[in-house]
């Protein structure tokens, strides 16, 4: 996982007070009343998920998108190439808590979110190993205001998306960060939706079966080799998630907290997140990933 943002405390007026993540929700329009559709790229190294947003009148950034952080960041360097509005130093939980941002505007087409309260974080230590440049990280106060899907193999992402027709869905937790109920050998997991992990995690003090191989993660799996953890991969012999078995699916263990479905589980999917009611449909499996 890219980021796990916490909300932070505190106040909630802009203009006469220190901006603050709590109970903060931006004012969403669908210009269009239809569902939106916005270009998706896939990282070819990272297998990450990004895309552009307008910011302002005329501004663009280029996010990731990031399902396992509850709040959308900006990078210092961009907030003030934008002129967004600074909190007071210091705001929110902690000395090292991120500093709020106001944005009026961010726009993914027709969809757009005004009077976002967003958090600074610098990306360079991203930008380098993936050769790019990144302004933020698109979080679940965004991604999930409305129906999302993913549809990887035409490369979208789909605000206001329709209910999938046909389909049961699964029922997690919902809220700005989405879970997925697993089933591992018989004992059913709650698997956070990450789309900013590029593996999906299992944490090696809750697996005691074989594993594949040993070591550290190869280089193009970043997510995790940035912080320098040793991992491994688990041999399951049944894992499903609802009476689909994952037979393709390896979670890499580790030394974290958190259980994860990240871009290897994604992108096998036309994935749909209704966050509000805690609904996740699986529609059958995207070519792209193989």
């Not at 070819?44 to 663009?60: M, Q, S, T, W, Y």
């Not at 302004?135 to 490369?155: H, K, M, Q, Y």
């Not at 329709?162 to 109920?181: D, Q, R, S, Y």
């Not at 944490?203 to 594949?212: F, S, Y």
Request: hydrophobic share 45%; aromatic share 6%.
């Amino acid at each position: 996982m890219l980021l796990m943002s916490a909300l932070l405390a505190g106040g909630q007026e802009p203009r006469h007070g220190r901006l603050s993540f709590s109970d903060y929700r931006p004012t969403v329009t669908n210009l269009t009343r239809k569902p939106v559709s916005v270009p998706l790229e896939v990282h070819p190294d990272a297998k990450i998920f990004l895309v552009r947003a307008r910011v302002g009148k005329n501004l663009e950034g280029r996010f990731i998108v990031d399902t396992g952080s509850a709040a959308t960041m900006v990078t210092p360097a961009f907030a003030q190439k934008i002129r967004a509005e600074f909190s007071a130093p210091g705001a929110g939980q902690g000395p090292g808590a991120a500093q709020a941002v106001r944005l009026p505007l961010l726009a993914l087409g027709a969809m757009q979110f005004e009077n976002l309260v967003a958090g600074t974080m610098s990306l360079d230590h991203l930008n380098k190993p993936l050769k790019t440049q990144l302004d933020g990280i698109l979080g679940g106060d965004v991604l999930f205001a409305r129906r999302l899907a993913f549809s990887i193999a035409s490369r979208r992402l789909i605000l206001d998306a329709p209910e999938p027709a046909g389909v049961k869905p699964l029922i997690g937790a919902g809220g700005w960060l989405v879970g997925v109920p697993l089933t591992l050998e018989g004992q059913t997991k709650m698997f956070l939706l990450d789309s900013g992990a590029s593996r999906s995690v299992l944490p090696e003090r809750e697996w005691q079966g074989a594993v594949l191989d040993g070591g550290r993660v190869n280089r193009g799996d970043y997510a995790e080799t940035l912080v320098g953890l040793k991992t491994c991969t688990a041999v399951i012999k049944d894992l499903r998630v609802g009476e689909m078995p994952l037979p393709w699916l390896k979670l890499t263990l580790t030394e974290t907290n958190q259980r994860l479905l990240g871009a290897d589980f994604i992108s096998r999917f036309l994935l749909t997140i209704d966050a509000e009611y805690g609904k996740v449909w699986l529609q059958p499996p995207s070519p792209y990933v193989q």
